[in-house]
């Protein structure tokens, strides 16, 4: 099955951009991801798919500040013009067969 | 407006049973795959169990196999996940999900404790 690992933590200053990064495991380098928003205190809520392409698809009421891409088996959420709500758990989620994995989710803070 | 909306939760003894239920609207029910995923406190997600549209398939993360059973009634647009034999790592809240592919759609979840 798929393995996704993310770091652990980012950071970035309020106004400022940053990049998470979900990598796949090998043999899994081209498979769609989703990017999960999970800010404290309440549920996940769906920000988007990336295919291997680097095309997105960004879910209902997402704001423009949220995009994706691609490289080989890495898949990026930037968020630009940073807000202190996006102060968050971000988790990566992809799928093989019959089984859907989650990474360990990136913490983010907003300085 | 997509709606999931999980009950059942609560306090259950080690190795007891709960069931819980996620109650869909806004959207074609029958025509959608849908999962649980868990969150055990202070940690990330945790993929448990998923089910086709049509309920004929089932699939589950191999710690649960044997003891969970998810099942759905696409008359009624609800889901339902039967937990047997319960231990204290199953402590979460439980999440029901809507997939199209990804997971699109979460509900509220449901807090499940197991101790004595």
């Known amino acids: 099955q798929p393995v996704v690992t993310q770091s652990s933590s980012a950071s970035a200053s309020l106004g400022s951009s940053v990049k998470v990064t979900c990598t796949l495991s090998?043999?899994?380098?081209?498979?769609?991801i989703a990017w999960h928003q999970q800010q404290p205190g309440k549920a996940p809520r769906y920000l988007m798919k990336?295919?291997?392409?680097?095309?997105?698809n960004k879910g209902s009421g997402v704001p423009d500040r949220f995009s994706g891409s691609s490289s080989g088996a890495d898949r990026y959420l930037t968020i630009s013009n940073l807000q202190s709500e996006d102060e968050a758990d971000y988790y990566c989620?992809?799928?093989?067969?019959?089984?859907?994995?989650f990474g360990g989710g990136t913490r983010l803070t907003v300085l | 407006e997509v709606q999931l909306l999980e009950s059942g939760g609560g306090l259950v003894q080690p190795g007891g049973s709960l069931r819980l239920s996620c109650a869909a609207s806004?959207?074609?029910?029958?025509?959608?795959?849908m999962s649980w995923v868990r969150q055990a406190p202070g940690t990330g997600l945790e993929w448990v169990s998923a089910?086709?549209?049509?309920?004929?398939?089932?699939y589950y993360t191999d710690s649960v196999k044997g003891r969970f059973t998810l099942s759905r009634d696409n008359s009624k647009n609800t889901l339902f996940l039967q937990m047997n034999s319960l231990r204290a790592e199953d402590t979460a809240i439980y999440y029901c999900?809507?997939?199209?592919?990804?997971?699109?759609?979460w509900g509220q979840g449901t807090l499940v404790t197991v101790s004595s």
């Open positions: 999900a809507k997939m199209e592919g990804v997971t699109d759609y």
């Open positions: 806004g959207f074609t029910f029958s025509s959608y795959a």
């Open positions: 089910i086709g549209s049509y309920g004929v398939n089932t």
């Open positions: 090998s043999g899994h380098s081209s498979n769609i």
């Open positions: 990336v295919e291997g392409s680097g095309s997105y």
């Open positions: 989620e992809t799928w093989d067969r019959n089984t859907r994995v």
